[in-house]
Nanobody
Framework: QVQLAESGGGLVQAGGSLRLSCAAS????????MGWFRQGPGKEREFVAA????????QYEDSVKGRFAISRDNAKNTVYLQMNSLKPEDTAVYYC??????????????????WGQGTQVTVSS
């Protein structure tokens, strides 16, 4: 069974940076549009960023535009989320997700059929 595994979370001060990685157990990333979502304390899971299968189309949630960058390395079967200028409100569990077989991105949770277990990001003020 294909699995996604996130890594790179942790505790960082406001203004700091983290890079999250999402690795697939099989050659899933190259066959999928990929996304990152997050779920903060007491909040619903929300869209953060997505990248198309070719990498040519990228979408961001408005609050992270200019601070976060999603990228992919199909040869390494890995997707990244570079997070800069972190704010306390970015504190959440971050999830990687795959739209297996799709070229296009989606901002909807229902648009993804494979999910990782999540990695905690905590930003202190």
């Amino acid at each position: 069974q294909v699995q996604l595994a996130e890594s790179g979370g942790g505790l960082v001060q406001a203004g700091g940076s983290l890079r999250l990685s999402c690795a697939a157990s099989r050659r899933t990333v190259g066959n999928s549009a990929m996304g990152w979502f997050r779920q903060g304390p007491g909040k619903e899971r929300e869209f953060v960023a997505a990248i198309s299968r070719s990498g040519g189309n990228i979408q961001y949630e408005d609050s992270v535009k200019g601070r976060f960058a999603i990228s992919r390395d199909n040869a390494k079967n890995t997707v990244y989320l570079q997070m800069n200028s972190l704010k306390p409100e970015d504190t959440a569990v971050y999830y990687c997700a795959a739209r297996v077989g799709y070229y296009s991105t989606s901002v909807s949770i229902s648009g993804y059929d494979l999910w990782g277990q999540g990695t905690q990001v905590t930003v202190s003020s």
